[in-house]
Every structure is written in C-alpha cells, then in structure tokens.
C-alpha cells in the first residue's frame, strides 16, 4: 500500500489550506519574534463520511493561531473612594511650578 504526500492532499482541498497555514504561520513567528513570547498555530483535519456515498469522505479543515500580544498596562492609585487615578491620593499637588536649570524660578511663577 503506498502513502500519498501529505502535502499533495492538501493543495487538493478547497481552500488552499496550506497558503493560510503560511499565512498564520508567518504572524506567529514575526509576533513570537516581537514580543519574545511563545506562539502556537493548530492546523485541523476533520474528515466524516459522505451520507449515501459509498467510500467518500468530507475533508475540512481550520487554521487556528494564537499569536502572542504585547502587554499593555497602566499604573494606577486608588482614591479612598474607590476611583483610579494617575496621581498619589495622599502626595500634595506641587505649587511651586518649574525652575529653570539656573535654579531660578520660571517666568509667570510666583513663590510661596
């Protein structure tokens, strides 16, 4: 019994298959390379039998990939009310303005 190619069975299927396996295969590895996290592509061959064909099947296939995302994150402090914020529920707000590198006080700023 000879074992037709894989590879040949799959350029025979609707679709084309093995270019959208490519495809995916490609953005994982340029996600893997970007975000130095692992990747994963799943290629899945369901095959069923054809109702009221003798000897015939039905072949499908999905291309699934999990492709790696940077991470996304953002710091905040919690108010007493339980609110987000950027800025230190407890740390004063400067009122003093900018200095320039001189150490003198910038132009419209007045000391307290």
Known sequence: MSVKPFAETLRSMTG?????????????????????????????IDVKPV???????????????KIPMTDMESVFFVTPEGNASVNHPKQEEMKYGLRDSGGEQAKGMVAA
């Open 16 to 44: 084309d298959p093995a270019m959208e396996a490519a495809l995916a295969l490609q953005a994982v590895l340029l996600a893997v390379i970007e975000t130095g996290k692992a990747g994963a592509l799943t290629l899945t």
């Open 51 to 65: 109702t009221k064909m003798q000897g015939a099947v039905s072949i499908k296939h999905t291309v699934k990939s």
